[in-house]
């Protein structure tokens, strides 16, 4: 049974550039959230997908949008990069959006670096 | 605000003691709870969970407690080893969105 799954899991870019990161969520789990951890803090949400659709949002700019696809796998994408974008991209998966106990499972996450 | 926060960034405990990292919340809303240990350069791995209408759970070496009263959970592993060594994060459920704090940093001596 495969786990939460994040390509690429290294990238440098830089400053202005657009990046794209995907996510492919544990078998069977439908909702994926995106999180941004920087380095020595917790991870922050970004947004969550359920259904093709962003579901709920957290205190991100426009410059972070994402997508879902009909088989559940998820991207992130981040536009107009700046340097304090350099943190590492969670994808978390679920199943379903609402209920009591719906454990999420993270990847290894994608290590972005902007210089 | 929503927040989910912990008491001491640090926590180095002997091998084979038992380790107590504690995480406070503010959102009284918030109705489950998890665990996470993340080690150097990896995602976050859950340890453990617990729901609001429970106080006490227990694993695998593992024991999480709340107290809703006080806005306040903590996390109990027993007979530590050096392969516990790692960040403990706890993460609230409010809105249907999960808030982590900044994490504890588990040592283990030898």
């Known amino acids: 049974d495969a786990g939460v799954t994040q390509s690429p899991t290294h990238l440098i870019k830089t400053r202005g550039q657009q990046v794209t990161l995907r996510c492919s969520p544990k078998s069977g789990h439908d909702t994926v959230s995106w999180y941004q951890q920087a380095l020595g803090q917790g991870p922050q949400f970004i947004f969550q997908?359920?259904?093709?659709?962003?579901?709920q949002r957290g205190n991100f700019p426009d410059r972070f949008s994402g997508h879902q696809f009909p088989n559940y796998s998820s991207e992130l994408n981040v536009n107009a990069l700046l340097l304090g974008d350099s943190a590492l991209y969670l994808c978390?998966?679920?199943?379903?959006?609402?209920?009591?106990?719906?454990?999420?499972?993270f990847g290894e996450g994608s290590w972005l670096t902007v210089v | 605000g929503e927040s989910v926060g912990l008491h001491l960034p640090t926590l180095s405990v002997q091998e084979g003691d038992n380790s107590i990292i504690n995480c406070a919340y503010s959102n009284s809303a918030s109705d489950y709870f998890i665990w996470y240990k993340q080690e150097s350069g990896k995602g976050p791995q859950f340890i453990i969970d617990?729901?609001?209408?429970?106080d006490k759970r227990q694993g695998q070496r593992v024991t999480v407690l709340l107290n809703k009263t006080v806005k306040h959970l903590s996390l109990q592993i027993a007979a530590t080893q050096p392969g516990d060594s790692a960040v403990y994060f706890c993460a609230g459920r409010g809105y249907n969105k999960f808030y982590f704090g900044s994490g504890t940093k588990l040592n283990v001596k030898p």
């Open positions: 997908y359920y259904e093709e659709e962003e579901r």
């Open positions: 978390a998966s679920s199943l379903a959006l609402t209920g009591t106990g719906n454990t999420i499972y």
């Open positions: 617990i729901r609001s209408n429970m």
